[in-house]
């Protein structure tokens, strides 16, 4: 068996304030092998941002208290010092924005931008940064990629941006690449190229991605394996086509039944009902317990614990117990 | 980049002109004549006429206006009516002295208050975000004649170390121990209203641009602290330097009541002085260069803001 990249143990996050704590990630687990591609799939606000961002410690130290174990590349996160940390990020392990208007710096050109990320971690002149951010924006395939290395971030579309981005994100051949929803803000038909972009460039460089999206066809397309996650938990996990023929956890069973995809015409889509929970008072007993159309009463009093009713798979649900063992 | 340089100075042409007519307007807005001034109260209409055709000032004001600025545009300023000295030359005289006050200032005052305001910045809600945000409260409240007398008891009157007034000479000479010492008390005087404001700007300035998105993928890019410091720097600069231009316009017009605290021969000590005597060209002689001095810093700044944010060569 190879050597896991990244191991996510009993990982809490708590975004602590003068008056109150709120639990934005609550304990969560995960491995990821070399060359894997995770989707984390969920809605805004249930923690796959936080989880991304706590991965590389990029969450304010003062108003957040991550707990549990990260390690990556054999190294524990947790334990760095401020200079392993740079070291670690931007080169080991880089992420992809959401919004790759605000994600760069508005008043320095991309090429320099690059530029500096790579002379940085590779200790090359600046020069030799533009020749690599240069190279990149070919790899990335954008068009007239010279003159493209000196125009500001405010000069280029929506999507040239975002490719720009992922060539910043990949200056360093990370092992481990975090994508916050990097389709989100582009168009729909700029989202399919920068996610065949994505998927071809994870498979030419073998690196492993976590996809964080909302998106149930985005994660169909792209993932090997699935992570759902709802009010700060994983509630799912397992290989994308299982998961996706036969979901285990009622909310999972939910998003896939509220898309579009393979829906009977004329008919209205179903939804879940009710909203997320606020997770500054989430239920003592499962979260999506009173959306849920199959809770019961010890859904309301007990946290379900995480089962493995197939190989592969773990559900945080005390119905699934019930019926496939 | 020189399409906008070359259309920012051609929008500067309307500023200067409609100043130059502001100018020469305002002095006959004000109360006073200057002819009433110059003669005996009991003078007969006759010479008040002919003083008046010596002047000038018996003719329509456009034909007036024109031909003031016709002679203005060739250097020619007119005399004071009161020392009868060419103006020009009282003007240079004076405004190189309150150059150099000003300029000392709000260099001194850049500095200082950039460091304070980045430090604040950085760490809004800490103590040391408050100590800085005291100081530049004082600086901007601390009425600065005020302080300016109470510096000369303490260093002048009490310790006996810096001299109080004056600026031995009728130039400065930068090798010279005495001038120097002269002109300490002036600009630190002058440089706390400017501490005060640029700290201030300069910490909301930081401040934001430290909680944009683009800091967090920076940081996500393993760049060391100090280079992330000088991205948010090149961003926050600009409201400073848009703020720094403004303060050292405000100082260029010297401040009449520090100038005569130190009896500093500057050009607020004779804008006084001219305003007293009902002194029309030297007024409006001052008054013009003074504003000229003020739109060519703001052009500066303009200029200087673009090349450090590009999104502004667009507008």
């Known amino acids: ?325 | 980049m020189f399409g906008y340089v070359v259309r920012r100075l051609l929008a500067a042409i309307p500023i200067a002109l409609g100043v130059s007519m502001v100018c020469f307007a305002l002095v006959y807005l004000a109360p006073g004549d200057p002819v009433q001034t110059l003669l005996p109260p009991d003078a007969d209409a006759e010479t008040v006429e002919r003083l008046k055709r010596l002047y000038g000032l018996d003719r329509p004001l456009p034909i007036q206006y024109l031909e003031w600025l016709w002679r203005v545009m060739q250097g020619d300023f007119g005399k004071s009516i009161a020392t009868g000295r060419p103006v020009l030359d009282e003007i240079l005289r004076s405004l190189g002295n309150t150059v150099l006050l000003a300029t000392l200032s709000v260099l001194i005052a850049f500095s200082v208050a950039f460091i304070l305001g980045t430090i604040a910045g950085r760490r809004t809600g800490t103590w040391l975000d408050r100590i800085v945000t005291g100081i530049a409260v004082l600086g901007v409240s601390i009425p600065n004649y005020w302080l300016g007398i109470v510096l000369v008891i303490i260093f002048s009157v009490e310790l006996m170390v810096l001299p109080a007034s004056g600026m031995a000479g009728d130039t400065f000479d930068p090798t010279s121990w005495e001038h120097i010492q002269h002109v300490v008390l002036p600009v630190f005087t002058l440089s706390m209203i400017p501490v005060g404001i640029i700290a201030r700007t300069t910490r909301s300035a930081v401040a934001e641009v430290m909680n944009q998105e683009f800091v967090v993928t920076l940081r996500a890019n393993g760049l060391p602290e100090w280079r992330v410091l000088r991205h948010a720097l090149k961003n926050a600069l600009p409201p400073v330097l848009a703020v720094m231009g403004l303060q050292f316009g405000t100082l260029m017009g010297g401040s009449i009541l520090v100038e005569t605290v130190f009896s500093w021969p500057g050009s607020g000590f004779m804008l006084s002085k001219a305003i007293l005597n009902r002194d029309v060209p030297v007024l409006q002689g001052t008054i013009l260069v003074l504003a000229m001095i003020f739109v060519t810093v703001n052009l500066t700044v303009d200029l200087f803001q673009s090349s450090l944010d590009p999104r502004i060569r667009r507008g």
């Open chain 1, 1 to 325: 068996m190879t050597e896991p990249l990244a191991e996510v143990s009993n990982l809490s996050v708590d975004f602590v304030t003068r008056e109150s704590s709120v639990r934005a990630v609550n304990d969560v687990n995960f491995t990821m092998l070399p060359g894997e591609v995770m989707c984390m799939l969920g809605e805004s606000g249930s923690g796959k941002s936080v989880t991304m961002r706590a991965l590389m410690r990029l969450l304010p130290p003062k108003r957040s208290v991550i707990s549990g174990g990260i390690r990556i590349a054999g190294q524990d996160v947790q334990a760095m010092d401020a200079t392993a940390l740079r070291r670690m990020r931007g080169s080991t392990v880089s992420m992809i924005f959401q919004e790759p208007m605000t994600a760069f710096d508005p008043v320095v050109r991309v090429g320099d931008q690059i530029a500096e990320v790579v002379s940085v971690h590779r200790g090359v002149s600046h020069a030799a940064g533009r020749q690599r951010a240069l190279d990149l924006f070919e790899l990335v395939r954008i068009p007239s990629a010279q003159r493209r290395l000196d125009a500001y971030p405010h000069e280029l579309s929506g999507g040239l941006r975002q490719r720009a981005m992922i060539a910043l994100a990949l200056s360093c051949e990370p092992k481990l690449l975090l994508a916050d929803e990097p389709t989100t803000a582009l168009d729909a038909t700029v989202q399919i190229q920068v996610l065949i972009l994505l998927r071809r460039l994870q498979q030419e460089m073998g690196m492993s991605v976590i996809f964080v999206t909302h998106d149930l066809g985005v994660a169909a397309e792209i993932a090997d394996r699935v992570a759902v996650m709802y009010a700060g938990r994983v509630v799912e996990t397992g290989p994308v086509r299982d998961l996706m023929r036969r979901p285990l956890h009622p909310y999972t069973a939910g998003l896939l039944a509220s898309t579009v995809h393979d829906q009977p015409r004329d008919q209205d889509l179903e939804t879940i009902p009710g909203t997320p929970p606020d997770m500054r008072h989430l239920p003592p007993g499962c979260a999506f317990a009173p959306r849920c159309p199959r809770a019961g009463t010890d859904c309301i009093t007990t946290v379900p614990p995480p089962v493995t009713p197939a190989p592969g798979r773990i559900v945080r649900c005390l119905r699934v117990e019930a019926e496939l063992v």
